[in-house]
């Protein structure tokens, strides 16, 4: 199944209730919901407090927590209570990442890693047995709107040959141009901030995705 993550970055800041209303009536939902801390991404984007505001206004919601931050083991229990369903740490950041994502599943919440564009697949290899969700930056992170780097895609096709069965999500620049070329490659999450929340017809985003599946 191929699914679509919205991503929050790109809504309507002033109206966050009736774009995730939205989203969800149209069936979707797994909401892509970018943390940054203006250390590791040049930006900042959304608190703890603001995904529980989301989780208890949208119980149904399945909030994918993508966090760009320099320490996000400091962080995890905070997003677990505030509702994560998905927490996701980029490798760059852990010389080891087996603590923190034990610390996750520890959380009762799944466990993802990120890579931005220039770290290797190579450099996951040896986590594919424990991780739920691998995220693919096909952007370098901290902006929505920017352009999708094709080359990234070997690291997906890589992934699968390595016999990884988990999530593989790609973020950044994802639209339905591209889609059928990620999906074939062996990604099975589009997370998609400016191709969802700006398109003129939101229903066709999610029908074409359902297509792909
Ligand atoms: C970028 C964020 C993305 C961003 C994607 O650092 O991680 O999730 O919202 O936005 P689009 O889909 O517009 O490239
Ligand atoms: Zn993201």
Same mark, same amino acid.
């Given at each position: 199944?191929?699914?679509?993550?919205?991503?929050?970055?790109?809504?309507?800041?002033?109206?966050?209730?009736?774009?995730?209303?939205?989203?969800?009536?149209?069936?979707?939902?797994?909401?892509?919901?970018?943390?940054?801390?203006?250390?590791?991404?040049?930006?900042?984007?959304?608190?703890?407090?603001?995904?529980?505001?989301?989780?208890?206004?949208?119980?149904?919601?399945?909030?994918?927590?993508?966090?760009?931050?320099?320490?996000?083991?400091?962080?995890?229990?905070?997003?677990?209570?505030?509702?994560?369903?998905?927490?996701?740490?980029?490798?760059?950041?852990?010389?080891?990442?087996?603590?923190?994502?034990?610390?996750?599943?520890?959380?009762?919440?799944?466990?993802?890693?990120?890579?931005?564009?220039?770290?290797?697949?190579?450099?996951?290899?040896?986590? %594919?047995?424990?991780?739920?969700?691998?995220?693919?930056?096909?952007?370098?992170?901290?902006?929505?709107?920017?352009?999708?780097?094709?080359?990234?895609?070997?690291?997906?096709?890589?992934?699968?040959?390595?016999?990884?069965?988990?999530?593989?999500?790609?973020?950044?620049?994802?639209? %339905?141009?591209?889609?059928?070329?990620?999906?074939?490659?062996?990604?099975?999450?589009?997370?998609?901030?400016?191709?969802?929340?700006?398109?003129?017809?939101?229903?066709?985003?999610?029908?074409?995705?359902?297509?792909?599946?």
């Amino acid at each position: 199944m191929i699914e679509l993550a919205p991503s929050l970055l790109a809504a309507d800041l002033l109206n966050l209730e009736s774009e995730i209303g939205d989203m969800l009536s149209r069936g979707v939902t797994r909401l892509h919901f970018d943390v940054m801390d203006a250390h590791f991404v040049p930006n900042l984007s959304f608190s703890p407090e603001l995904c529980a505001a989301v989780k208890a206004r949208f119980p149904e919601c399945r909030l994918d927590v993508h966090l760009m931050m320099d320490n996000p083991g400091k962080y995890l229990k905070t997003f677990a209570e505030a509702g994560a369903d998905i927490l996701t740490v980029h490798q760059e950041v852990l010389p080891d990442a087996r603590p923190i994502l034990d610390a996750i599943k520890a959380l009762g919440v799944k466990c993802g890693l990120s890579v931005k564009p220039a770290t290797l697949a190579d450099t996951l290899t040896k986590y %594919l047995d424990m991780l739920d969700n691998i995220l693919i930056m096909t952007v370098e992170p901290g902006f929505g709107g920017q352009k999708f780097m094709v080359d990234m895609l070997d690291k997906i096709r890589l992934l699968r040959a390595w016999g990884y069965k988990g999530d593989i999500a790609v973020d950044g620049g994802v639209t %339905l141009d591209n889609a059928r070329q990620i999906t074939d490659a062996g990604a099975n999450v589009l997370v998609m901030g400016t191709s969802f929340f700006h398109a003129q017809d939101r229903d066709l985003v999610v029908r074409s995705v359902k297509e792909l599946s």
